[in-house]
C-alpha cells in the first residue's frame, strides 16, 4: 500500500471531525471519497497534507502511512519535496498577485534543477488545459474559477508529485468545465498519477473513480468499488437523489 | 530664496531617506507575516549602537585604513549583527506565537514589549549617558549657489535609492522574491508548494534589518548623539509614513518616507519648528483620510 490511514481522529480545538478514519489507497489508483456538507471531507485532506494547526486539525488517534512508514512528524513541505504527494485544496488557493507562469514556477520549487522535467511539465499542463497558455501572462487572479481550478491542477503536478489529492475541483464548474477537469484528471492518471478526490457530487465521483469510502459525520459508513457503492441502496438514497 | 528652496530640497531628501529605508523594514515584515513590528524602530536604534561600537573598534584598532573602507566593514558587519538581532526576535518571539496559532492582537503587543525590552535593555547594559558616534571620515562641506551640502548627506540619499533599487529587484525579479510575494497573498498554500514558509519569513526579517542597518549607520554619522530612545519617534513616524505611502507595496513604503520628510522640512520652512510634528501630521491625516489605502495604495490583495 502506498497510502495507509489507520483509525484516524482528528479535532479542532476541543471538537472531534473525525471519529476513527481507515482507509487506503495504492499507486496508479483513482479512489473517491464521498459525502455531504460537513462530512469531514476537507478535514481529512489537511490532516494527510499534514498542514499546522490552526490551518488543519490536530491529529490526537491514529495513525498515517507512507510506504509504510508514519509521516505524522512529516513538516508540510517536505511531503511535497520528497515527492510523496500534493494537494490541490479546497477554494483553489492560487497566487492571485503573481501571473498563471509564475505560479507554475514558483511550484517547481522541489524539483527546481529538473529544467528538462519543468519544461515538459508545463508543456503537458498547456496541452490539458490549452485556456491556461493564453493567459499564461495575466494576473492569475483575474482567470474565471474554473481556469483558476486547472491552474491550481497545474501547480500540482509541476510539484512533480505522482499523487495528488483533490478537494472537491469540480465546485463551482460549469458542467462543460467540470467533465473537461475530470477528463484531464483522467489522462493524468493513465500517465502514472494516483489520485484522491473528494466530491460532494456523488455520481460525478463515482463515475471518475475505480474505487470510492463513502464519508459521514467523521465516520466511513461503506466502501467499495465504484460499482458497489453506486449500487448501494442506502448510498443511493442519501448521495444520489434516490 | 531659490537657494532656501535648494537647501530644503537636500534636507528633505536626507530625512526623507531615513523614513524610507525604516518603512521598508515594516512594510516588509508586514507583507509577508500581517504583523506590524513595533520593535522595528527599536531594531534600527541597535544598528546604530552596532555601528557605533563596530566603526569605533575599526577606527581603534585599523588606525590606517582609509575612511571609506571602515565605513563599507562598519557597514556589513552592521547588517550581519543587526540581521542576527531581527532573527532572533522572530526565532524567540514571534515564531512560537505564530506556531501556536496566537491571535494577531498578541503578536503586536509582544512586538511593543520588545521594543521596550530592547531600550530599557539598552539603558540597563549601557548606561543613560549618551554616545557620540565616531567619525569615519572627515565630512566635506560644499558649497555652491548659496547651498551647502555635505558629503554626508550624498551618501545618505544615495545609499538609499540605492538600496531601494535594489529590493525592489530582489522583490520583483528573483525566484524568492516571487516568493515572498506569493507568501503575501496566501500563507496557507506555500507548503503545498514544496516551499519552507519559515525560511521566506527568515529571508524577510533579515532583508528589513538589513536595511534598518544601513539607516541606522548613516543616521549616526548624520546625528552622531545616540540614545536608548532614539528609535522610538523616528520608527513610529517611519511606520506612519509607510501606511500613509501604502504598506502594501515598497514602492508606496519608500515613498511614504519621502512625503513625510518632504512634509516636515516644508512645515519648518513657514512654522516655528515647534509647530513641525503637529503640522505634519494633520497633513498626513488628512492624506490618509481621503486615500486610506494610502497614496500609492494599489489593490487589497498586493502586499509586497
Ligand atoms: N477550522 C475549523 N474549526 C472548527 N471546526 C471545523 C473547522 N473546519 C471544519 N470544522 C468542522 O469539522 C467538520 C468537518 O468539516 P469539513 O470541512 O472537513 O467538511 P467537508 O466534508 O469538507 O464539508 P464541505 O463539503 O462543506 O466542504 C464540520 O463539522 C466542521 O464544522
Ligand atoms: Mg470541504
Not at chain 2, 588606525?63 to 556589513?76: D, H, Q, R, S, V
Request: hydrophobic share 50%; glycine share 10%.
Amino acid at each position: 500500500m502506498m497510502l495507509e490511514v489507520k483509525d484516524l481522529k482528528v479535532k479542532y480545538g476541543n471538537i472531534e471531525a473525525l471519529h476513527g478514519l481507515s482507509f487506503n489507497i495504492d499507486r496508479g489508483e483513482i479512489v473517491t471519497l464521498i459525502g455531504s456538507n460537513g462530512a469531514g471531507k476537507t478535514s481529512t485532506l489537511l490532516s494527510l497534507s499534514r498542514l499546522p494547526q490552526p490551518d488543519a486539525p490536530k491529529v490526537i488517534e491514529g495513525d498515517i502511512l507512507f510506504d509504510g512508514e508514519s509521516i505524522l512528524g512529516t513538516e508540510p513541505h517536505l511531503l511535497v519535496q520528497n515527492q510523496m504527494m500534493v494537494l490541490v485544496p479546497e477554494g483553489r488557493h492560487i497566487f492571485g498577485n503573481l501571473s498563471v507562469m509564475e505560479n507554475l514556477e514558483l511550484a517547481s520549487y522541489p524539483v527546481r534543477n529538473d529544467t528538462q522535467f519543468i519544461g515538459e511539465t508545463k508543456d503537458q499542463i498547456f496541452s490539458l488545459f490549452p485556456r491556461l497558455y493564453e493567459r499564461r501572462k495575466q494576473r492569475s487572479e483575474s482567470l474565471s474559477g474554473g481556469e483558476q481550478q486547472m491552474l491550481a491542477v497545474g501547480r500540482a503536478l509541476m510539484t512533480g508529485c505522482k499523487f495528488i489529492m483533490l478537494d472537491e475541483p469540480s465546485m463551482g464548474l460549469a458542467p462543460v468545465l467540470m467533465y473537461e477537469m475530470f477528463r484531464a484528471l483522467k489522462e493524468l492518471n493513465k500517465k502514472g498519477i494516483t489520485i484522491l478526490v473528494v466530491e460532494q457530487n456523488a455520481k460525478v465521483a463515482l463515475d471518475f473513480a475505480s474505487r470510492g469510502y463513502v464519508l459521514d459525520t467523521g465516520e466511513i459508513i461503506a466502501e467499495g468499488t465504484s460499482e458497489e457503492l453506486s449500487a448501494n441502496k442506502d448510498v443511493q438514497k442519501a448521495y444520489l437523489g434516490g | 530664496m531659490f537657494s532656501t528652496l535648494l537647501q530644503n530640497l537636500f534636507n528633505a531628501l536626507q530625512w526623507g531617506s531615513f523614513y524610507s529605508m525604516i518603512a521598508l523594514g515594516y512594510c516588509l515584515v508586514y507583507g509577508v507575516l500581517r504583523l506590524i513590528n513595533f520593535a522595528h524602530g527599536d531594531i534600527f536604534m541597535m544598528a546604530c549602537y552596532f555601528a557605533f561600537f563596530i566603526a569605533s573598534w575599526f577606527l581603534g584598532n585599523l588606525a590606517g585604513m582609509p575612511g571609506p573602507i571602515i565605513f563599507g566593514l562598519t557597514m556589513i558587519l552592521t547588517m550581519v549583527a543587526t540581521s542576527g538581532l531581527g532573527l532572533f526576535i522572530e526565532r524567540v518571539a514571534y515564531r512560537p506565537l505564530r506556531k501556536k496559532g496566537a491571535h494577531r492582537l498578541y503578536v503586536v503587543i509582544t512586538a511593543l514589549m520588545l521594543g521596550f525590552i530592547l531600550e530599557n535593555g539598552n539603558l540597563a547594559v549601557l548606561g543613560a549617558s549618551s554616545r557620540r558616534f565616531p567619525d569615519m571620515f572627515g565630512k566635506i562641506v560644499f558649497q555652491f549657489a548659496g547651498v551647502s551640502l555635505t558629503n554626508y548627506k550624498i551618501i545618505v540619499i544615495v545609499t538609499a535609492v540605492l538600496a531601494f533599487a535594489l529590493l525592489n529587484l530582489i522583490v520583483n525579479s528573483t525566484k524568492i522574491g516571487m516568493a515572498m510575494r506569493a507568501v503575501s497573498y496566501d500563507k496557507f498554500a506555500i507548503p503545498l508548494m514544496g516551499i519552507p514558509l519559515n525560511r521566506i519569513i527568515t529571508f524577510t526579517f533579515i532583508l528589513g534589518s538589513s536595511l534598518a542597518a544601513v539607516a541606522g549607520i548613516l543616521f549616526g554619522m548624520s546625528y552622531p548623539v545616540l540614545d536608548p530612545y532614539m528609535g522610538m519617534i523616528i520608527g513610529w513616524k517611519a511606520f506612519i509614513a509607510a501606511v500613509v505611502g501604502g504598506i502594501g507595496d515598497i514602492k508606496g513604503a519608500f515613498l511614504g518616507g519621502f512625503i513625510l520628510g518632504f512634509i516636515e522640512i516644508i512645515v519648518v520652512a513657514f512654522f516655528p519648528s515647534s509647530y513641525k510634528d503637529l503640522i505634519a501630521f494633520v497633513i498626513l491625516l488628512v492624506i490618509l483620510s481621503v486615500k486610506p489605502t494610502g497614496f500609492f495604495g494599489v489593490a487589497k490583495s498586493t502586499k509586497i
